[in-house]
C-alpha cells in the first residue's frame, strides 16, 4: 500500500471515529428530546436533521460552506478574529461526516426510545426519580439496542462520505483526502491497483463493522 | 397507624370530564365501575402522573396537591406506591433491582437489607437474580408489588393488578392479594371493574360511573344497599324493575308491580318513606326467586310474594340454569319477552324436569326484594 492509501484509511476511520463521538453526543439527546418532549420548533429541528438524508451531498456541502467557510456566517466572524478556518482541515471531514451521519443515528434511536414502555417511565418517576435519571437508567438502556444500531449506521456512513467532504474539507492528499476521495482520485488518475486495494479495505471495514454490531445487537437482547 | 385521605379532583379531556371527590381511611379502598368511567385516571392524578385542573388531594395531612394553593407536589415526591395493570417491571432489571429500584438514597446496605425483607415476606426469596421475563405472571404481580411497598409508601395505587392473570390463577391471587395487603397494612386504592374482585378485596367500595361517584359505602352496604337505579345497573345486577308505591312504613314498602303488589323490607339503615303513588325502582336478585313444588302441600308462611308465570326461555350456565319467566297477568312483560330471570341449581333444573313443565308458581321472600332509591 502506498504511503497516500495509508494515510487515506488511516484519516477515515479516525474521521468516522470522531464523527460517531460527536453524533452519539448529539443524536443520543436530540433523539430523546424529539421523542419524549414536545417544544417549540420540534418539527423544524427535526425537519432539518433529516435533510441531509435527502438532500445530494453536494448540497448539503454547500450549505455548510455557506455556514462555516471563511466567509460564511460563522465561519466569517469567526476568521476575521482569529484567521483560521475550518475549511479545508481535517475538522472540516469530520463535520460533514458528522451532519451526514446524523439522521441515519437520529431516526434509529428516536425509535427504539419512542418504543420503550412509557408506563415504566411512570414506574420510575413514582419511584422517586427525575426525568433525567430515568432517561439514563431506564429508558436509554432500553433502547439500547437501537441506538447502537445507529450509531454503526452513522459509523459507516461518516466512513463512506463523500460529497459534503469535498465541498467544506477539499481534496488535499495527506490532510483531507479520505478513502472514499482517494479512490476517486485514483481511478481518475488511472491507478486502478491503488484504487482496488482502497475498495477492498474499506469493504473489509466495513464488514468487520457490521459483524461486530450484529455481535452487539445479540448481546444485548 | 390510622390513615385518612380525601380526593377532590376535576380535570377536563377531550371527550371526557372526571369530577370526583370522596374519602378513605385504613384499608383496601376499591374504585369499582366500568372501562372508561374515571377510574385509571384518578389513579395517575392521585400519584401526579396527572395534573388535575383543579381539587384537592391530602393524605394522612400532607397536602398533595391543591389547586387553590397551587400545590402540586412532583410524582418523585409524593411517597406513593404504584402498580401498574402490566405491572410495568423494568426488564432489563433483576427483581432485587427492581425491589431496589425506590430505595436509591439509602446507603447500600440498607437497601440490601431492606429487599431482602420484602423479598422474603412476599416468598420471592429464591428469585432474587431472575429477570422478569422468566417469572410467572403470580411471581411477577409480588414483585410489582414488593417494589411499590419497598418504599414505604403512604398509600398504594394499584390499577386493575389481576386483570393480566388468567381465570384460575386469579381467583387464587385475589384471596393472596388481600392477605397481603391486609397484612402490609398499608392504604390502599385499587381499580377493577369486576364486581366479585371489588367485593372480595375491598373494605370500602366507590362505584364510578362516566367520570362521576355515584355510591361510596362499605362493601356490605353496597352489596345490600346499592343506592340507586344507576348503581344496580354499574354493578351488572339483574332483575332491575319499576313499580308504583302503594303504602310505605318504617320497616316494609308495599310495590305494584305487574298486577301484583310486593311486599319488600325497606332498608333498616335508611327512613325512606316515599308516598303512595311515587314510581319506584327495586331489583329482586335471580337466585332468590323460589319456584312452588308441585308435589308437595303449601306451606303459605313459607311463601310470599306469590306469582305464576311460565317459562318462556332458559339458558344452561353448566351447574345453573337461567330461566325467564313471564308472568300469567294480563299485560306487556317489562323486560322484552319476559317479566323475571329466575336462577335454579343444574340439580333442581331435573328434579322438578323443567324441561318438560313450563307453567310454575313462585314466591320471593320480602327480603330479597331490594328497593332503590333514587
Redo the contacts between chains.
Keep these: 500500500m502506498s504511503l497516500d492509501a495509508a494515510s487515506a484509511l488511516g484519516l477515515s476511520i479516525r474521521v468516522a471515529i470522531a464523527a460517531t463521538v460527536l453524533n452519539a453526543l448529539i443524536g443520543i439527546p436530540l433523539a430523546y428530546l424529539l421523542a419524549r418532549r414536545s417544544f417549540r420548533g420540534r418539527a423544524l429541528v427535526d425537519l432539518v436533521v433529516t435533510l441531509p438524508l435527502v438532500l445530494p451531498p453536494t448540497v448539503t456541502g454547500y450549505y455548510l460552506i455557506v455556514l462555516l467557510g471563511r466567509r460564511g456566517w460563522l465561519g466569517g466572524p469567526v476568521y476575521a478574529l482569529t484567521g483560521w478556518s475550518v475549511a479545508f482541515t481535517w475538522y472540516a471531514a469530520v463535520i460533514a461526516a458528522t451532519v451526514m451521519a446524523l439522521p441515519l443515528l437520529v431516526r434509529t434511536a428516536r425509535a427504539a426510545i419512542e418504543s420503550v414502555d412509557r408506563e415504566l417511565e411512570k414506574a420510575a418517576f413514582t419511584l422517586g426519580r427525575s426525568e433525567w435519571r430515568t432517561a439514563l437508567e431506564v429508558t436509554l438502556p432500553l433502547a439500547r439496542n437501537g441506538i447502537v444500531a445507529g450509531l454503526v449506521l452513522a459509523f459507516a456512513r461518516a466512513l463512506g462520505e463523500f460529497g459534503a467532504t469535498l465541498m467544506l474539507a477539499g481534496n488535499i492528499p495527506g490532510k483531507t483526502t479520505t478513502v472514499p476521495l482517494a479512490i476517486y482520485t485514483a481511478v481518475q488518475t488511472g491507478e486502478m491497483n491503488e484504487a482496488i486495494l482502497l475498495v477492498l479495505a474499506l469493504t473489509a471495514l466495513s464488514c468487520l463493522v457490521l459483524v461486530l454490531a450484529g455481535r452487539l445487537g445479540a448481546r444485548a437482547t | 397507624m390510622r390513615h385518612r385521605f380525601s380526593v377532590e379532583i376535576k380535570k377536563q379531556l377531550p371527550g371526557f370530564a372526571l369530577d370526583v371527590s370522596w374519602t378513605a381511611g385504613d384499608g383496601v379502598a376499591v374504585l369499582f365501575g366500568p372501562s372508561g368511567a374515571g377510574k385509571t385516571l384518578t389513579l395517575q392524578c392521585l400519584?401526579?402522573?396527572i395534573r388535575p385542573d383543579a381539587g384537592r388531594v391530602v393524605i394522612d395531612d400532607r397536602v398533595l396537591f391543591d389547586a387553590a394553593a397551587g400545590v402540586n407536589l412532583?410524582?418523585?415526591q409524593?411517597r406513593?406506591?404504584?402498580v401498574?395493570q402490566?405491572y410495568?417491571l423494568?426488564?432489563?432489571l433483576t427483581v432485587a433491582g427492581n425491589v431496589g429500584?425506590?430505595l436509591?438514597?439509602r446507603s447500600r446496605s440498607e437497601r440490601e437489607r431492606r429487599v431482602a425483607e420484602v423479598l422474603e415476606r412476599l416468598d420471592l426469596g429464591g428469585l432474587a437474580d431472575r429477570r422478569p421475563s422468566e417469572l410467572s405472571g403470580g411471581q411477577r404481580q409480588r414483585v410489582a408489588l414488593g417494589?411499590?411497598l419497598a418504599?414505604d409508601p403512604a398509600l398504594l395505587l394499584l390499577d386493575e393488578p389481576l386483570s393480566a392473570l388468567d381465570a384460575p390463577l386469579r381467583r387464587a391471587l385475589r384471596d393472596e392479594l388481600r392477605s397481603i395487603l391486609s397484612g402490609w397494612g398499608t392504604a390502599a386504592v385499587l381499580v377493577t371493574h369486576d364486581f366479585t374482585e371489588a367485593y372480595r378485596l375491598a373494605d370500602r367500595i366507590i362505584v364510578y360511573e362516566n367520570g362521576r361517584v355515584i355510591q361510596a359505602a362499605p362493601r356490605s352496604e353496597l352489596l345490600w344497599q346499592p343506592a340507586s337505579e344507576a348503581v344496580a345497573r354499574v354493578m351488572g345486577l339483574r332483575n332491575v324493575l319499576h313499580g308504583v308505591v302503594v303504602k310505605s312504613m318504617p320497616d316494609r314498602i308495599q310495590i305494584a308491580w305487574r298486577g301484583h303488589t310486593l311486599e319488600a323490607v325497606n332498608s333498616p339503615t335508611r327512613t325512606y318513606l316515599p308516598p303512595p303513588e311515587t314510581p319506584i325502582a327495586f331489583f329482586i336478585r335471580p337466585e332468590y326467586v323460589r319456584l312452588v313444588r308441585k308435589d308437595r302441600s303449601l306451606d303459605a308462611a313459607h311463601h310470599m310474594n306469590r306469582m305464576r308465570g311460565t317459562v318462556v326461555g332458559e339458558t344452561d350456565f353448566g351447574t345453573v340454569w337461567s330461566l325467564r319467566l313471564r308472568l300469567d297477568t294480563p299485560g306487556e312483560p317489562v323486560q322484552g319477552d319476559f317479566d323475571l330471570e329466575v336462577e335454579v341449581p343444574h340439580l333442581v333444573y331435573e328434579i322438578l324436569e323443567i324441561d318438560r313443565d313450563r307453567q310454575w308458581d313462585f314466591s320471593i321472600h320480602r327480603g330479597s326484594i331490594h328497593v332503590l332509591p333514587t
Design positions: 400519584a401526579g402522573l412532583p410524582p418523585q409524593r406513593v406506591g404504584y401498574f402490566s410495568a423494568f426488564p432489563h429500584f425506590g436509591r438514597d417494589r411499590a418504599i
